[in-house]
């Protein structure tokens, strides 16, 4: 009997599942991968076999323009992965087909969260609370500072100052895969039914989750726009784009940006931001902390963020912890 | 309180410097007196509440949060106001009713170290996020939002339609919340009379000279002394030092209060005695050594004794109850030469005026000099008056060009304001010998400026991925990049393990392609040693 946990180790470039072979979310091309979920710090391009939910696959393809090595699996699915590890996949209410996976081999039981939130989304099921021995978690906010407020609050702020200046536009700085879709939805949800309008990068995204049943409501591209018609309009642009050439195209754009970091007056100074929306797809550190308790694991595990708060936390509660230095994720929710 | 925290916050994502002015002089229109005379007191950073620092904050928030947690948080937030606010608990037995400026002012000012930490949760605790900011900042001073004093004046200017050099000229000799200023600007009051006050008159500063030559008929020439510039002032018999910024600093040189023989006010740059440095007669140590007399509230007799404060005359602004700002320089040059002979010699000397045959020949001068005590020179215009602010074409800078010197980045921590959760404070060091017989680098320095933001972004990056230890907010970083640095000058010091402070030092040029082991050595940087 080898010591406990001992068949899944951490790596700098991801997890990998020793009798299996195969690694999780890996920073690099490998023969076989399970991917989380579609973003590209986590789904790189290249693998000989990925495995994931159709969704993330469909992302992936529109990124990699390839579905070679392709292997689906549904939410609740289980698949036997070679040594006699079992992989199961359970939705992360992160974006689009994000998904936790929990390992089973030698009568242990670890999850692995990738990135997600509890807060609903309609774009993407929610986060199922799965019992484990190891839990794995993210903790991108995993600092006490971060408590991302009701998105509704979020939007009633972006529809005032709409509202405030209706001969100018709001230019929302958000991440093309899942942020975009979710602000959009909310925006609908609230009862926003103009025309939004749309970077180019954004578009094929959308159209993406339109195809997954996801309703966006009248989408027009920037491109297409003469600048009289995007007054009083709600612009979605990747973050790059704000304060950027490209938007002079805008009539007098007034810069808003989805992210969690807009929880900090200095992040949004940083970016020149003038309307921060304090919007994430990620845990806050209330839902972080949450979580850790509600799955109740031996051990938790982090992978990339803030780790030391969070591992002081699980110190102050005397549950065991450690952080994992995986490459390559930082700053993420941008 | 509603208004103002609303104010901080409008000016806190606001980017332009119009619509700054815009929101500030709309406040100071529509809130009553003396809600926004504190309001400018605070935003000109002239409240001081001495029993409500950083530090009353921090002990605040360990009793309510984990140590440990809250010094991970601040160091990511960067600033301690900030923190403290997204920090604080709710507390749901209190009902949020936030109290005016004024009666925040009135418990602040009846504060005590030890009622500090009882009455300030009482207030915190009335109050939202963004309204819990701006008690913090209001109470601790150091707004860091953006909105420099001359901004919040320039706004005052505005709202009320009257000339920022007056405001400028009466704000020296007036007292937060301002009543007579108010009086004056909103509601058509005669101006303060200043007449008797000791007051600050705004300086007359410089640009750098880049690329540009002037004729040495239309503009003198003087060194630019390494002290700090200051100005005395006597009204009615009383004397009061202040330095550049406008700040009364007579406690701390007390030696000049009472040298002055007559009514005037000078400019010139206070500088301590010393044997080695000034090429002038009686000579100026370096600024290493005035270092030591700054910031005191009381001088020890030691410190008078061994480092005993002067004046290094530039200019006279007035003198025996006469106004000579009108006055061309050349006029009031004239006038100060003929003053000498009536200062004291102990506390007093001339700047002296640098003669060249031409431009080219100056540039000489310049490129030869090797005294520590000079920054540089300035070029004054010889018909010019004097006038406040930075006017193009009047005066110049022209700094020497600066030390540079090739260190290996050891350290980083992140940044404050603009560069919060940013790797951007870096400490770098130098070879104790031959790096390849095995020498060690020897921290020399510390820099936070001199890269473009994109570079922070890589340096930064470079910090994250290089990491060997961390020591609280500090990361060591693996040796392996090359920062070509700026200075001034070194000195020795007993402060740092290298025996080395350098002054000024600034990043120069990220030599992404340089080898550690061709950084240079610490002997290298003792050599430039000039105390």
């Given at each position: 009997m080898s010591a406990p946990f001992s068949w899944i180790r951490p790596e700098p470039w991801g997890i990998h599942i020793t009798p299996a072979d195969c690694w999780v979310d890996p920073g690099r091309a490998v023969d076989r991968a399970l991917v989380t979920h579609g973003h590209a710090d986590h789904a790189r391009g290249g693998h000989g076999q990925t495995i994931a939910t159709p969704e993330t696959l469909a992302i992936m393809e529109l990124r990699y323009k390839t579905r070679d090595g392709a292997t689906p699996v549904q939410y609740g699915e289980t698949i036997t992965l070679p040594g006699g590890v079992k992989a199961t996949y359970f939705s992360a209410?992160?974006?689009?087909?994000s998904a936790q996976v929990l390992l089973e081999h030698a009568g242990e039981r670890v999850v692995i969260t990738g990135d997600y939130k509890r807060r609903n989304d309609p774009t993407c099921a929610p986060l199922e609370v799965i019992p484990c021995d190891v839990f794995i978690t993210e903790a991108t906010f995993g600092l006490p500072v971060f408590i991302h407020p009701p998105i509704e609050d979020e939007m009633a702020k972006l529809l005032q100052t709409l509202a405030d200046h209706p001969d100018q536009c709001v230019q929302v700085g958000a991440y093309a895969l899942g942020k975009a879709q979710r602000v959009i939805a909310e925006l609908r949800a609230a009862g926003h039914a103009r025309p939004i309008y749309l970077h180019g990068a954004m578009e094929k995204m959308c159209r993406l989750y339109e195809k997954h049943g996801i309703e966006l409501g009248e989408l027009r591209m920037v491109a297409d726009a003469e600048k009289d018609d995007m007054r009083g309009a709600i612009v979605i642009s990747?973050?790059?784009?704000?304060?950027?050439?490209?938007?002079?195209?805008?009539?007098e754009p007034i810069t808003a940006m989805a992210s969690g970091w807009m929880r900090v007056r200095q992040r949004a100074r940083q970016r020149g931001v003038e309307l921060p929306l304090i919007i994430s797809d990620h845990a806050d550190w209330n839902e972080l902390t949450a979580t850790i308790e509600e799955v109740n694991p031996q051990e938790t595990w982090i992978t990339h963020g803030r780790e030391e708060a969070l591992l002081r936390w699980c110190e102050l509660r005397q549950r065991k912890a450690r952080a994992l230095a995986l490459v390559g994720r930082e700053d993420e929710d941008e | 309180m509603e208004e103002f925290a609303a104010l901080l916050q409008a000016l806190v994502y606001t980017t332009g410097r119009n619509r700054k002015l815009t929101l500030i002089a709309r406040y100071l229109r529509e809130t009553p007196d003396p809600d926004r005379g504190w309001a400018m007191a605070a935003l000109t950073g002239e409240?001081?509440?001495?029993?409500?620092k950083a530090n009353t904050i921090r002990n605040l928030m360990k009793e309510r949060v984990d140590p440990v947690l809250w010094s991970l948080s601040r160091d990511f937030v960067g600033d301690t106001a900030e923190t403290a606010s997204l920090l604080w608990p709710d507390n749901p037995a209190v009902d949020k009713n936030p109290p005016s400026l004024t009666e925040v002012v009135e418990t602040l000012v009846n504060l005590t170290r030890n009622s500090a930490p009882l009455e300030l949760p009482k207030l915190l605790d009335r109050l939202e996020e963004n309204e819990r900011f701006a008690l913090i900042k209001f109470a601790t001073g150091g707004m860091r939002i953006g909105v420099s004093a001359r901004l919040a004046k320039t706004a005052f200017a505005q709202a009320f339609d009257v000339s920022v050099e007056e405001v400028e000229e009466y704000w020296h000799a007036l007292e937060a919340p301002y009543p007579e200023l108010f009086a004056w600007g909103a509601e058509g009051a005669d101006p303060p009379d200043v007449s008797n006050r000791p007051m600050f008159r705004p300086f007359m500063l410089a640009h750098p000279l880049e690329e540009v030559e002037v004729e040495l008929s239309e503009y003198a020439a003087e060194w630019k002394w390494d002290g700090i510039r200051i100005q005395l002032v006597r009204v009615s018999g009383e004397t009061r030092l202040y330095s550049r910024s406008g700040d009364d600093i007579s406690a701390t040189f007390p030696e000049l209060l009472d040298v002055l023989p007559m009514d005037a006010v000078l400019d010139g740059e206070l500088m301590v005695r010393g044997s080695v440095q000034g090429g002038e007669t009686g000579g100026a140590a370096s600024f290493n050594a005035l270092q030591q007399r700054l910031g005191r509230k009381t001088v020890s007799k030691k410190m008078l004794a061994e480092l005993p404060a002067f004046v290094r005359l530039y200019d006279v602004l007035l003198l025996e109850g006469g106004d000579l700002r009108e006055h061309s320089w050349k006029e009031r040059r004239r006038k100060l030469e003929g003053l000498m002979s009536r200062l004291p010699t102990s506390h007093f000397d001339l700047s002296k005026l640098v003669e060249a045959r031409d431009f080219a020949h100056l540039a000489e001068i310049r490129a030869g000099t090797r005294d520590d005590a000079i920054e540089g020179l300035m070029l004054k215009r010889r018909n010019s008056a004097y006038i406040a602010g930075r006017k193009v074409g009047l005066w110049y800078k022209w700094k020497r060009d600066p030390l540079l010197i090739d260190c290996v980045l050891m350290y980083a921590q992140r940044g404050s304001g603009?560069?919060?959760?940013?790797?951007s404070d870096y400490t770098f060091g130098c070879w104790d010998g031959d790096p390849d017989q095995g020498a060690e680098l020897l921290p020399v320095g510390k820099a936070y400026s001199g890269f473009t933001d994109a570079e922070l972004k890589k340096l930064d990056k470079l910090v994250r991925q290089t990491t060997l230890n961390r020591f609280g907010p500090v990361r060591e970083v693996e040796r392996t990049l090359v920062f070509e640095v700026a200075f001034d000058s070194v000195h020795s010091s007993k402060r740092h393990k290298s025996g080395l402070a350098m002054r000024?030092?600034?990043?120069?040029?990220?030599?992404?392609?340089?080898?550690?082991?061709?950084a240079d050595r610490i002997e290298a940087l003792r050599s430039l040693i000039r105390d």
């Open positions: 209410g992160h974006v689009l087909g990747p973050p790059s784009a704000l304060n950027d050439r490209w938007s002079r195209r805008l009539p | 409240l001081d509440f001495p029993a409500v603009k560069r919060s959760s940013f790797y000024f030092p600034r990043i120069h040029c990220i030599r992404w392609d340089k080898p550690v082991h061709e």
